[in-house]
């Protein structure tokens, strides 16, 4: 590359990367190779009939606005609607307390932009969610990992962890991305505490929190939090930025997600927002809004539970039927993966090349960890096989894993 | 609000400021106000059946594809597309050398994030595109003005300020915003050189260039440098990275632009973008193509030529005729944009609540100075008003304006 641009390029460049899933998501598109890599919703649930209508309805009734400029905040029809939505969860907001964002990982580039200087600290479970670590190393975050079991983040191990001075603490509460695990209800208000103790906000990023396919419904942070304060039920001032996505209910193709926070965070991230990219697409907006008025995701929401937690239940019973013994997995109650822990020899990055050779595809777990560990872990999705897929890919993985067991 | 949320915003928050325009857009969109503020494309010129037929097309034929996550460089025949429509400007490239965006707005993001440090120092004309200084400033950069009139920036001007040491030179050489101005071939000669000589790598924003209602089409940056190094034929590794848009041809609301760069340079814009928002809209990148295909936009681009430029005339011709002697204005030969001198004794910005409360609106010219100026300047878009409108308006804004200078 010619030095014009290389002796251009800011610091912070050193600290980017391009994303190992991204990168596998290219290699698992090949013809033939089963990929429980990615994050991939299925396509057999994508709602295409009602999208098809609701085109021909905001293309008539909305054209001028849905395909003109708007705010940077979005489409006010649709922020009501996800008030409406979160009331139901306890979450009592207004408009002014929502903003629309290009998919969750613009929620996360934005927070990034809004609180972390070169050199701040943000405590997280570990393993997290690669995008969050990507979005917020570039503004110079460092992370500190809290301990984490099949419960979630360990209160204790935060207590900790929390006197080295955070700036944030980010937490997945629901079926959490890599592991499937879910945060308890006492350990949600455990943590609350601690956050509030010593004066640390908590991002709260739930984007599969809709997906549970059995046990109970266990209320947001961010509800718990506003319990906790007694705030006026319509203006939440608390200690949380809440963040959820249309990308896993409707359809990840829109980039439609949304963040909720105190009035003036949210006026805070607007601003970061209108210098990122002025607005969320309008149409998509607008769209969204015509396919889930009516109720629609309350009829749609069950149908996706059922596909993913048959495709769960499949992958959980060919793990112990097929895998070697000391593979172990979490049994997760919702959302798109489970979590496996092979035995020790087993390097998971190491092995990936040869189960890829073998037509079939995993997320290795060791880039999940801001600061190491989980050599002998990986992510498999299990929303985005056909079950005839699910069956072949784990004959194939089984036996790589068997393979290097020898 | 909340000491907790204050205390921990980033140190870079301090350079946020909401949009004047922005802000303006919410007051101007009241009823009955006619608006020459903003820069928004009519909507008489969207091509809703277009869009119609082509949701229809994408729901049926591409929606698994449409509706999932993609990559983050973009659709490969949007792609494909640009490459080939660049190549009749003179602009030779491959796929590999464009990055689709959210909006030219998350180029200039993207940009910042890549190569300003805090205290870095960008040339920019005077007036400049105020998306830029917002999208940038964040990032910490510092403006230096180069004197500019009606032909563009002045290279004389530039060798001398170039000495600063800058990272960027930004340029938007066609029917500028906030100008309207046209960069002469001679000058973007000159800079090309100017910028070769001292190592500083070029942007070119080229939102309107596709909008010239007179006058001869002038060869983009980009070509002219790579004519300049003799480049091989499909893969550009000169000095400049071009930027235009869907925004102005097709429809502002589907957040559709590009970035052209040398390969080595998207490969980090990319990057970058992942740890953003992931990707664009999948959805509307195979619309646009959809939309697109088969040369559209040589029969649609006409038209708009066509309206904007009936309606460039008529708003001339109304300043001609109704505004007061000392207001000046310089003759735009394409784009959305008026730009206005009243005389001294008039401040555009106070002047500004006097015109809304007469029901019309402009942008003061102030905010579009990084460096101060422009007091008595203001832009006017003549693309968004009908005649009606125009005509409307420009009565209430010459009243305004002789009341002014009583």
Not at 31 to 57: I, M
Not at 160 to 166: D, G, H, R, T, V
Not at 222 to 251: C, E, H, M, P
Not at 352 to 361: G, Q
Request: charged letters at 25%.
């Amino acid at each position: 590359m010619s030095n014009i641009w290389t002796k251009n390029f800011a610091n912070r460049t050193k600290r980017m990367q391009s994303s190992t899933i991204r990168e596998l998501l290219k290699i698992s598109n090949l013809p033939g190779v089963v990929s429980f890599a990615g994050g991939l919703p299925s396509p057999d649930v994508f709602p295409v009939d009602e999208f098809k209508k609701a085109c021909q309805v905001v293309l008539t009734d909305y054209s001028h606005q849905a395909l003109q400029y708007g705010t940077t905040e979005g489409y006010l029809p649709l922020r009501e609607m996800i008030c409406e939505r979160s009331g139901r969860y306890g979450i009592h907001i207004q408009p002014d307390n929502v903003l629309i964002t290009n998919g969750s990982q613009q929620a996360l580039d934005l927070i990034g932009k809004v609180f972390i200087d070169a050199g701040d600290k943000v405590i997280c479970e570990a393993p997290t969610y690669l995008g969050a670590i990507q979005a917020w190393k570039v503004y110079g975050a460092e992370f500190i990992s809290v301990e984490t079991d099949e419960h979630g983040m360990i209160p204790e191990s935060l207590e900790e962890k929390i006197k080295q001075k955070a700036k944030l603490i980010y937490l997945l509460p629901n079926f959490q991305n890599p592991m499937g695990c879910t945060l308890s209800e006492e350990r949600r208000h455990r943590i609350i505490q601690i956050a509030h103790e010593h004066q640390v906000p908590i991002i709260e990023d739930d984007p599969y929190g809709q997906l549970r396919f059995e046990g109970e419904h266990i209320p947001p942070v961010l509800k718990l939090d506003a319990d906790l304060r007694g705030n006026d039920k319509d203006d939440y001032q608390g200690n949380v930025i809440y963040l959820s996505t249309f990308s896993k209910t409707l359809a990840p193709g829109l980039r439609l997600a949304w963040a909720i926070a105190p009035k003036d965070v949210i006026l805070k991230l607007v601003q970061a927002k209108q210098g990122s990219d002025l607005h969320t697409a309008t149409f998509n907006q607008i769209l969204a809004h015509e396919v889930c008025k009516n109720d629609f995701l309350d009829r749609h929401i069950p149908l996706i539970r059922k596909v993913y937690g048959a495709r769960r239940d499949l992958m959980m019973d060919l793990m112990d039927e097929l895998f070697p013994p000391g593979v172990t997995y979490i049994r997760p109650e919702g959302g798109l993966f489970l979590w496996v822990t092979t035995p020790e020899q087993i390097d998971t990055q190491k092995l990936l090349p040869v189960a890829i050779a073998n037509k079939v595809a995993y997320v290795p777990g060791a880039p999940f960890y801001p600061n190491g560990g989980g050599l002998n872990t990986m992510r498999m999705n299990f929303s985005n096989a056909s079950e005839d897929g699910i069956r072949e890919g784990m004959k194939r993985l089984s036996l790589v894993m068997k393979e290097a067991l020898v």
